[in-house]
């Protein structure tokens, strides 16, 4: 799990947090709070799970599920390259899936610059359970 923090106008406030699962891989959900939205720090915390993946995993597909009507979601996931198809199991929701690569090409070849420049923005820590 990631969460955002805001560092400068709301010191210490959590804006955001991801859920992912290394194992499966699996991105369970994202939030952003509301006032804090078209920020980018909803795409930031994904492309921060996905770098913590391939950083840990290797190369992986990353996989996720959204409702067709969360526009928000879907488009954010379309900015990421992330393809979509129907679920075959409920037709309200549609599997996302990413192919992450440890390349240097990738946006997601390692956590570390990632999570940097998240850093400049954003506060970000793992949260160990
Ligand atoms: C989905 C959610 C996490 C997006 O977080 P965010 O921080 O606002 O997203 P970003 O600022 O990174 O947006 C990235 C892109 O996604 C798209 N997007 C985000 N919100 C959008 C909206 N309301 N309408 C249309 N496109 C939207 C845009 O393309 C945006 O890029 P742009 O701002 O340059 O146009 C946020 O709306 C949220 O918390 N929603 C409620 C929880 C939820 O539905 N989570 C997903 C299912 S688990």
């Known amino acids: 799990m990631f969460v955002a923090e805001d560092l400068k106008t709301d010191k210490g406030r959590i804006l955001g947090v991801i859920v992912f699962d290394l194992e499966q891989p699996y991105i369970h959900s994202v939030g952003v709070v509301r006032d804090r939205r078209r920020e980018g720090i909803g795409s930031s915390l994904k492309r921060a799970s996905l770098a ?6 290797g190369t992986v597909t990353a996989v996720s599920s959204v409702h067709k009507k969360n526009i ?5 996931n379309e900015g990421l390259g992330v393809k979509s198809t129907k679920d075959p199991e409920d037709g309200d929701y549609l599997l996302s899936a990413i192919l992450v690569e440890p390349t240097p090409d990738t946006v997601t070849t390692s956590s570390t610059p990632l999570i ?14």
Not at 72 to 76: E, G, V, Y
Not at 116 to 129: H, W
């Open 72 to 76: 928000p979601m879907i488009k954010l």
């Open 116 to 129: 940097r420049a998240l850093l400049r923005r954003f506060r970000t820590r793992e949260q160990v359970n």
């Open 52 to 57: 913590e993946m391939v950083a840990l995993v």
